[in-house]
């Protein structure tokens, strides 16, 4: 895919993702709010899977979580050397506060030794607006190296605001804030512009009470605010696209297990470091009460 396309793919995904937000009528808000899949709540740019659904009358949860990923790639950039990644999780939730940990480990991309190990720690916010159509969330995370190898420690301020509707629009954007912990050295932002639906297979498929399945299709354009490449630090560029689909399959409302596949696309920032298109597969469990 030469340069001129790429960005075309990219005007395309931006214009559909904001046009898309003002979109919502009763099949889609039903839609939006039936969803069975729901995100993890992670900082953009970090591998996702799926959390499973809490009591609906409860004001708290915690879900234990791990992950088997093909290979680490973040924001973009091949982390793990196209090694496997294993990544453990545990969110705890009151009303609308959020505290999260997540965990990569990977054999293949230490700087002094083969081994990779990551430790992320996030505290946010989230506040809905317009009859909870609008959420908005702001928070921090830091990304802490236990072994001193892996990375330099740093922590990033972010925040992320989604619509409910039928593609369920939502742009996000992280910044570093103490240190130049990405590829370029320097500090800088990072920000995405996507869409996602859940399409609910449960009735189709005629499954048991308190099982539901269902398909989750996703389309992400992330955007270089001099993060990832120095060439970026006096203009926005275009950083990835990433295509994904996921499976959560929930066995019963507090257990689920997942499979997905993803497509990350390298653009203008990630070709300036000689990073490449990526295909990751991954599937996980997650058991919430």
């Not at 899949?37 to 799926?50: D, M, N, S, V």
Request: charged residues 15%.
């Amino acid at each position: 895919m030469n340069k001129q396309t790429k960005l075309i793919v990219c005007a395309v995904a931006l214009a559909v993702a904001i046009t898309t937000g003002a979109r919502a009528d009763q099949a889609a808000d039903a839609t939006a709010t039936n969803a069975v899949a729901t995100t993890t709540g992670q900082p953009t740019g970090k591998p996702e899977g799926h959390e499973a659904t809490p009591p609906a009358t409860k004001d708290w949860s915690v879900t234990l979580g791990g992950d088997y990923f093909s290979e680490y790639i973040f924001r973009g950039v091949n982390v793990s050397s196209s090694t496997a990644l294993l990544a453990p999780s545990a969110i705890a939730k009151y009303k609308g506060f959020a505290a999260s940990y997540y965990g990569y480990y990977s054999d293949g991309s230490g700087k002094h030794n083969r081994w990779y190990e990551e430790t992320d720690l996030s505290l946010d916010y989230t506040k809905t607006f317009v009859n909870d159509k609008l959420s908005v969330t702001g928070g921090g995370v830091y990304y802490l190296y236990p072994d001193g190898n892996s990375g330099i420690d740093t922590w990033e301020l972010y925040g992320k605001a989604s619509w409910a509707c039928y593609l369920n629009p939502y742009i996000g954007l992280n910044w570093d804030i103490d240190s130049g912990a990405g590829p370029s050295g320097l500090k800088g932002g990072y920000g995405v512009v996507g869409i996602t639906h859940s399409y609910d297979l449960t009735a189709a498929l005629k499954m048991k009470d308190g099982q539901t399945l269902a398909i989750v299709p996703m389309a992400q354009l992330g955007i270089d605010f001099g993060w990832t490449s120095k060439q970026t630090q006096s203009n926005i560029d275009w950083n990835d696209v990433l295509l994904g689909v996921s499976v959560p399959y929930y066995i019963m409302p507090s257990l689920c297990v997942h499979a997905g596949i993803q497509v990350s696309i390298a653009l203008n920032s990630l070709c300036d470091i000689n990073q490449h298109n990526d295909l990751i597969g991954n599937v996980g469990v997650s058991y919430s009460f």
